[in-house]
């Protein structure tokens, strides 16, 4: 049975590889053993059950190791995103009272001020070459421990874990929040390996699969790349991404099998040239993160005719939500498809009533992979996650059926459902253009952007207009770096879109801005536009 996260270690042939990372690749069973020592260091040190350990690493074999041993030790692991800010990381830690910190030491040093004031920090668990690190006597607080020596092989095991069940908290994940600060997802144990085996599930994860680890591990998807190859026993090679041709010459040297990025990184990887030798092996790629533009998908399926697309959807705090099945790609290319295995996903009016085929309304998620709320912040989880009555409407009151007691999470994304059941996505209900009486997608604006070919990536968002309510402006990369011929892109939306959908502006970057997960960053697009 399995009860922690770390448990999924159990699932592979201790003989075969786990994880990769450059030159060095962990076998299942040394990943055990290594995870085994760390936790009982962790436990030496006074780490107790539930105490939050704050990991502040890019992808490497140690990252891996540091957040499945938290669980062993049966603490509460927070992977905080390596594009972090020594503000943003000291923000986490004390939103989250972490007692300790496990970071390299180059880290470190431009993080003593933002950590000094974090109240709850007993103990900095430092990663490499410690030359320049104060020696911090142990009566400081905190206190410096070398990972070297908190993974020396132990003679008692991890206290903790053993208590662990399966409800209890198992990582907190921070998302960037509408509010500028970012915001703590909670999820169980339970959370992390239902969604592991749904996912692994309808992938078709084998131990033979290689799967190429791109994305962030404190990005849901990212992490969860790790759980859905560690059930099945398949081999993870970490990657710390910055060209697409790195992507591509992994693709090559490991044989993988299975590929998940975000909009933008497709966008660029499909631009590139894939050798057979890169494919030959590919049976998946699969897109989270936001709606893949119709052509970059088209180009996908040309360059990588083995793999079957996967196009996914998902919040953290749901972890996981619905996929497209790749026989329905052909049919119903814009849609999100249906709720994952072992999950219900709704679409809902505002008063909780469960919508009609064709009709707009928010998306509601129910099941075991609906997460625990958000940290430190009672009044944002009431707003998002609510009792659900078992009566098929959403909202209903508190203990309308006390056998049946269950909260479901509120998106914020507004969709629809076809009549066959399949859904979808239309915007978040944040980034909605409210111009001239009407709700506008900005993917719809997007979608017609890329289709004429003048620009490489794009982006629409509304900004403040005294007639309008707001107008559109569209943000736009030009084709391989060039300038891009905005009348001629204006000329060819005013023919595709309705009056109301042409954008006001067009502005021209050099790059656009991303968030930490890699999406494109509205809120820092509109803070331009603006200045």
């Known amino acids: ?16 590889p786990a994880v990769t990372f450059k030159d060095e690749t962990v076998s299942y069973g040394e990943l055990s053993r290594r995870v085994g020592r760390v936790a009982a260091g962790l436990s030496r040190i006074g780490l107790r059950r539930g105490e939050r350990v704050v990991v502040y690493l890019e992808k490497r074999i140690e990252t891996v190791v540091a957040m499945l041993a938290v669980s062993a030790a049966g603490g509460v692991f927070v992977p905080v995103n390596p594009l972090f800010k020594p503000r ?6 004390s939103d989250c009272g972490a007692s300790i910190v496990i970071t390299t030491c180059e880290r470190h040093r431009t993080l003593r001020t933002a950590l000094g004031a974090v109240e709850s920090l007993r103990d900095l668990v430092l990663i490499g070459d410690p030359a320049g690190e104060p020696a911090l006597p142990l009566s400081q607080r905190p206190r410096a421990v070398m990972w070297s020596q908190l993974s020396e092989r132990a003679a008692t095991p991890a206290r903790g874990g053993d208590e662990v069940i399966d409800a209890d908290v198992a990582a907190i994940l921070y998302t960037s929040g509408s509010t500028g600060s970012p915001k703590g997802v909670v999820l169980s144990h339970r959370n992390l390996l239902a969604g592991a085996q749904s996912v692994a599930g309808y992938l078709g994860h084998t131990s033979d699969d290689v799967v190429l680890g791109v994305l962030p591990l404190s990005f849901d998807t990212g992490f969860s790349q790790l759980t859905t190859s560690f059930i099945a026993g398949a081999h993870v090679v970490l990657v710390n991404y910055l060209v697409p041709r790195e992507v591509i010459r992994l693709c090559a040297r490991h044989g993988v099998t299975g590929l998940t990025c975000v909009p933008p990184l497709w966008l660029q990887l499909a631009a590139q040239k894939w050798p057979d030798q890169a494919t030959r092996r590919l049976r998946y790629f699969a897109n989270t993160g936001g709606r893949m533009p119709r052509t970059t998908l088209g180009w996908l399926r040309e360059i990588l005719p083995r793999a079957k697309p996967y196009l996914m959807y998902g919040l953290t705090e749901a972890f996981r939500s619905t996929y497209l099945d790749p026989a329905e790609v052909d049919r119903r290319p814009d849609s999100i498809g249906k709720a994952i295995p072992n999950a219900e996903v709704l679409v809902v009016r505002p008063d909780g009533s469960v919508c009609d085929p064709g009709e707009e309304g928010e998306i509601v998620h129910r099941g075991a992979l609906v997460s625990l709320g958000y940290w430190n912040d009672p009044e944002r989880t009431a707003e998002r996650f609510r009792p659900w009555s078992p009566g098929g409407s959403a909202g209903g009151p508190a203990g309308c059926d006390a056998t049946r007691t269950e909260i479901a999470v509120w998106s914020g994304d507004t969709a629809y459902r076809d009549d066959d059941g399949f859904l979808y996505f239309v915007g ?4 909605m253009i409210k111009t001239s009486g009407y709700r506008v997608s900005p993917t719809e604006i997007e979608e017609a952007a890329y289709a004429t070919g003048l620009i490489a990536e794009a982006v629409a968002f509304g900004v403040p207009d005294e007639n309008l309510g707001q107008h559109v402006v569209l943000a736009v990369t030009g084709p391989t770096g060039e300038s891009c011929d905005t009348e001629t892109l204006l000329k060819a939306l005013d023919r595709d879109l309705p009056r109301y959908m042409v954008p006001r502006r067009v502005v021209v970057c050099s790059r656009l801005p991303r968030s930490g997960n890699g999406k494109f960053d509205r809120q820092e697009l509109r803070r331009i536009v603006a200045a």
């Open 428 to 431: 978040r209900t944040d980034d």
């Open 88 to 93: 943003q990381v000291g923000y986490v830690a």
């Open 1 to 16: 049975m399995l009860t922690r996260v770390d448990d999924l270690l159990r699932c592979g042939d201790p003989d075969r």
